[in-house]
């Protein structure tokens, strides 16, 4: 059957905090105050180097199970000392179109050396890096590390986040021992939570029973 998807700029909404987010979807900070976030695309820490469109606050926005979820990570980690580290949640769908219209500009590659150094930006598309659809603006994926609590320090993973390439890959091999044990441990408690892990990303997980499957919301994060 072929599936029908569904973009939303606005539906009827609630407020938290001054902003009206479609119904069923929180402020993440609202449940949980104790995880941590930097969202990438807010600034210029990112693989294009800008702040990206619909990215107006640091405020993480999830849908409310996944929120719930999230909260049960976080009191696993807490208990020895770690936190989560939110990357990303709910990306607007004109997050997504900025990020296609900018893969297109092939001569930008401001921070090629550092986010795709073996992959050439005519690449992205075909293999996979960049699309026009992202389960993120779904509400239920989210990109995250874990971090120490008394220093904030991230875990090493081994590779970056949005780094573009093999090394990324959870099951990479050609990382060191404490890098597997640190991608392992935030892969299982993610899963052991309700999440399913990509295949291409040690960083980037999916609530299973996600509310809107077929759903691609565009308000703005503000």
């Known amino acids: 059957m072929k599936k029908t998807f569904v973009f939303f700029s606005f539906i009827i909404s609630i407020s938290f905090f001054g902003q009206n987010l479609p119904e069923g979807f929180i402020y993440l ?7 941590q976030s930097e969202l990438r695309y807010f600034g210029e820490n990112n693989f294009i180097g800008r702040k990206i469109e619909g990215y107006n606050d640091n405020r993480v926005i999830v849908h409310r199970e996944t929120g719930d ?11 020895k000392g770690l936190s989560l580290k939110i990357f990303d949640a709910y990306r607007p769908q004109q997050a997504v179109n900025d990020f296609v219209r900018w893969a297109k500009v092939l001569n ?14 005519s690449e992205l598309f075909k293999q996979g890096y960049i699309s026009s659809k992202s389960g993120h603006s779904r509400g ?7 971090v120490t609590v008394n220093t ?6 081994g590779s970056p ?13 050609k990382i060191g021992v404490e890098h597997k044990k640190n991608r392992y441990l935030l892969r ?8 399913r892990p990509y295949k291409n990303e040690w960083w980037h997980f999916t609530f299973r029973n996600e509310p809107f499957p077929d759903t691609y919301f565009n308000f703005p994060i503000e």
């Open 108 to 121: 930008d590659t401001l921070k090629k050396k550092v986010y795709y150094p073996n992959v050439k930006k």
């Open 152 to 157: 904030g320090k991230e875990l090493d993973m």
């Open 69 to 79: 979820a999230l909260h049960r990570v976080q009191q696993d980690l807490l208990k």
């Open 188 to 195: 299982k408690v993610m899963i052991e939570n309700g999440f």
């Open 161 to 173: 986040f949005d780094f573009f390439g093999a090394e990324s890959h959870p099951h990479y091999q």
């Open 140 to 146: 239920s994926s989210v990109d995250l590390t874990i």
């Open 29 to 35: 900070s609202s449940i949980d105050k104790t995880i």
